[in-house]
């Protein structure tokens, strides 16, 4: 099978990092550091380098080992690979040394589409879907172990599904009777048998999935560490771009960055306006991709990409 990713938000990613203006001020110093927090098959990362000076470096980071793989292939000495979570980015560079920070969140195509990943319900394969298969439970090994009662928190906080307990239930009936599921498919007909209503076009199983998999994976925990450090690494004028998939990731990248782009004052308390102080970040936008980029790839349709800007003369 031919796989290929599409990156989602491609030119805008890198208009809104590159065009930011520490970038444009000081694109012959021989310090600039970009980081792409998730190489996936390497496009951002790419039209990023393609962008930048020679002087410049890059750290491109992936836990799938898959990944890896491909960005080795890259000879390009200004990148670093590096297989971790973008997480931990923060030991990876010092404070306020990032000129540039791009977190692309979410699967790659090649995830979904090679079955034995075992994140697509549409395809038959083991039920493993960890991004670093090196390490952790697979999500049969988790199925066959984790109480009802937390399999119904996790598909109804990371999936939102009506009907986790319903689904949750089914689970476990299989597994007391020694049918737990370990393939996709299996676990997408059990799903199927459970919830009876679904919005037009999404299948039975989409929610159950994307919440295994997310908490399989961490997925909004390493986003709300990833963004503590991108805040601590930006330089003052650097920007970060955030592109999140569904509801759970976009809510926790507006809501941090929204956090950071005020100043709370006790009420009361006598301030003149001059001597406020400064937020953190400067919200830059909110990016949707164009219809013409939804009808060439319909995955792109959920995306939603933030761009904040790290002010001038703050401490963090």
Same mark, same amino acid.
């Given at each position: 099978?031919?796989?290929?990713?599409?990156?989602?938000?491609?030119?805008?990613?890198?208009?809104?990092?590159?065009?930011?203006?520490?970038?444009?001020?000081?694109?012959?110093?021989?310090?600039?550091?970009?980081?792409?927090?998730?190489?996936?098959?390497?496009?951002?990362?790419?039209?990023?380098?393609?962008?930048?000076?020679?002087?410049?470096?890059?750290?491109?980071?992936?836990?799938?080992?898959?990944?890896?793989?491909?960005?080795?292939?890259?000879?390009?000495?200004?990148?670093?690979?590096?297989?971790?979570?973008?997480?931990?980015?923060?030991?990876?560079?010092?404070?306020?040394?990032?000129?540039?920070?791009?977190?692309?969140?979410?699967?790659?195509?090649?995830?979904?589409?090679?079955?034995?990943?075992?994140?697509?319900?549409?395809?038959?394969?083991?039920?493993?879907?960890?991004?670093?298969?090196?390490?952790?439970?697979?999500?049969?090994?988790?199925?066959?172990?984790?109480?009802?009662?937390?399999?119904?928190?996790?598909?109804?906080?990371?999936?939102?599904?009506?009907?986790?307990?319903?689904?949750?239930?089914?689970? &476990?009936?299989? #597994? =007391?009777? *020694?049918?737990? /599921?370990? +393939?996709? @498919?299996?676990? $997408?007909?059990?799903?199927?048998?459970? &919830?009876?209503? #679904? =919005?037009? *076009?999404?299948? /039975?199983? +989409?929610? @159950?999935?994307? $919440?295994?998999?997310?908490?399989?994976?961490?997925?909004?925990?390493?986003?709300?560490?990833?963004?503590?450090?991108?805040?601590?690494?930006?330089?003052?004028?650097?920007?970060?771009?955030?592109?999140?998939?569904?509801?759970?990731?976009?809510?926790?990248?507006?809501?941090?960055?929204?956090?950071?782009?005020?100043?709370?004052?006790?009420?009361?308390?006598?301030?003149?306006?001059?001597?406020?102080?400064?937020?953190?970040?400067?919200?830059?936008?909110?990016?949707?991709?164009?219809?013409?980029?939804?009808?060439?790839?319909?995955?792109?349709?959920?995306?939603?990409?933030?761009?904040?800007?790290?002010?001038?003369?703050?401490?963090?």
């Amino acid at each position: 099978m031919n796989i290929t990713h599409r990156p989602v938000l491609l030119a805008e990613a890198v208009t809104a990092l590159v065009n930011g203006p520490l970038i444009q001020n000081q694109s012959s110093t021989q310090n600039m550091l970009v980081i792409d927090g998730t190489f996936g098959r390497g496009g951002h990362t790419q039209a990023l380098l393609n962008q930048l000076p020679a002087s410049a470096r890059m750290i491109s980071f992936d836990k799938d080992l898959d990944a890896i793989a491909v960005a080795q292939q890259i000879n390009d000495p200004r990148l670093r690979i590096v297989h971790d979570s973008f997480a931990q980015m923060d030991q990876y560079a010092a404070p306020e040394s990032v000129d540039g920070i791009l977190l692309d969140l979410g699967i790659s195509s090649p995830q979904v589409d090679e079955a034995h990943r075992g994140f697509s319900f549409r395809r038959e394969g083991p039920l493993d879907m960890r991004m670093n298969t090196n390490q952790g439970l697979t999500a049969a090994e988790w199925l066959e172990q984790a109480p009802q009662e937390e399999i119904t928190h996790v598909i109804k906080t990371y999936g939102e599904e009506r009907f986790a307990f319903q689904i949750a239930k089914a689970i &476990v009936a299989k #597994r =007391e009777e *020694g049918l737990s /599921p370990q +393939t996709t @498919t299996q676990l $997408a007909s059990l799903v199927a048998g459970v &919830v009876r209503t #679904r =919005e037009a *076009g999404q299948d /039975p199983a +989409t929610r @159950t999935f994307q $919440a295994l998999r997310i908490f399989i994976n961490r997925e909004l925990e390493d986003l709300e560490l990833g963004l503590k450090a991108a805040l601590k690494l930006l330089k003052p004028g650097a920007r970060l771009a955030v592109i999140s998939f569904h509801s759970l990731e976009d809510r926790i990248v507006k809501q941090f960055l929204q956090a950071h782009a005020k100043v709370e004052i006790p009420r009361g308390l006598p301030v003149r306006e001059k001597d406020l102080p400064q937020s953190v970040i400067e919200i830059i936008g909110r990016i949707k991709p164009s219809d013409e980029e939804v009808a060439e790839n319909s995955r792109a349709r959920s995306a939603i990409m933030r761009v904040a800007e790290k002010r001038l003369g703050v401490v963090t």
